[in-house]
């Protein structure tokens, strides 16, 4: 099972987080990987998604300069975002296909 320890705070894209999690974690099941819970570390520090026109979603920290519900700052969440670095190719493809899946459902990006 998959949970969104950061959805009481956003949730606004929790659904979108959840499919997310869940697609990561068939692919750690196959590859024998921790994307899932690299992801699943980012979300709880506080990051959202956000629509992108170039790649589907990004990936936005919440910088509050509190480490309660988001990031000390931009360094903190850059130092920590680290462990995703492995995994930029196919967290790109995830936010593309995650956009695909939801074009019915998107409003307009800014």
Request: charge should be positive; proline fraction near 4%.
């Amino acid at each position: 099972m998959v949970t969104d320890f950061y959805a009481e705070h956003s949730p606004e894209d929790s659904r979108l987080w959840l499919w997310l999690l869940s697609v990561a974690w068939h692919v750690d099941r196959r590859q024998r990987t921790d994307l899932m819970q690299r992801l699943a570390y980012i979300r709880g520090g506080g990051t959202v998604l956000l629509p992108d026109r170039r790649h589907g979603y990004i990936m936005r920290p919440i910088l509050t300069g509190l480490e309660r519900h988001g990031w000390n700052g931009m360094e903190h969440y850059r130092k920590e975002a680290a462990c995703l670095l492995p995994f930029t190719k196919g967290i790109c493809n995830l936010l593309h296909l995650l956009a695909v899946q939801e074009r019915g459902k998107r409003v307009e990006v800014a």
